[in-house]
């Protein structure tokens, strides 16, 4: 069964500094990675999907890296702003694909202080 | 324009009745999913439907019973509902089950 597990819990910096959240997962054997954004009250907004044969994945301030062997994916936020402020999750998929689903962590609380 | 869209957005129903959460996906993608994040913001699958066939389904009480009238839609049906039932709703969908998943706002349940 997969574990997901993201470090750390909660984050508070002021804007501008550069940003590195963790994940790691027990099962290697994904399918893909996904990192979302929630922000309070909302749903989830998908940010990047890294699929397993790739090493990281880029859109605008965000960089995802994967390191699927050792059950490792990093999310990288560049110059911060009080607009990032939300819980990040990050969700491994499974080699079932549909059939697997996606499996949860508990997310980073991120407050980005102006 | 709403990709996936869930109503109602807040539902609050005392114990022991039967209520329905409906989803609609205009995005034209063949695998729907029921997720539940709990009062610990802890976000866990229920079920996956793929062309209408259930895929999966994760030692979820019977009481919830998802019925997917055609490709663009998944409901969630849950008969005698209970205290424990209450939590946030999602459902999202992809186009197939090993490409990204978009989610819907969400349904927060409250059973009382």
């Known amino acids: 069964k997969q574990e997901v597990t993201q470090i750390p819990a909660a984050l508070s910096v002021p804007e501008g500094e550069n940003l590195v959240l963790n994940c790691s997962f027990t099962d290697s054997a994904i399918y893909n990675l996904q990192w979302f954004r929630q922000d309070p009250g909302k749903g989830l907004t998908s940010l990047l999907l890294i699929q397993s044969s790739q090493r990281e994945q880029t859109s605008g301030r965000l960089n995802a890296s994967l390191d699927k062997s050792s059950g490792r994916s990093t999310l990288y936020i560049a110059a911060s702003q009080p607009g990032d402020s939300a819980t990040y999750l990050c969700a491994p998929q499974g080699s079932g694909g549909g059939a697997d689903g996606l499996t949860f962590g508990k997310g980073t609380h991120l407050i980005i202080q102006p | 324009d709403t990709a996936v869209s869930q109503t109602p957005k807040y539902l609050v129903t005392q114990m022991g009745n039967d209520k329905s959460i409906k989803c609609e996906q205009n995005l034209g993608h063949d695998t729907m999913y029921w997720y539940k994040q709990d009062s610990k913001k802890f976000l866990k699958i229920m079920f996956s439907y793929n062309n209408k066939e259930l895929i999966i389904n994760e030692t979820v009480p019977n009481r919830f019973s998802p019925k997917s009238p055609d490709k663009a839609h998944l409901n969630l049906h849950i008969n005698s509902l209970e205290l424990g039932d209450s939590a946030v709703y999602f459902c999202?969908?992809?186009?197939?089950?090993?490409?990204?998943?978009?989610f819907g706002q969400g349904t927060r349940l409250t059973v009382v």
């Open positions: 999202a969908s992809s186009p197939t089950g090993y490409t990204e998943a978009f």
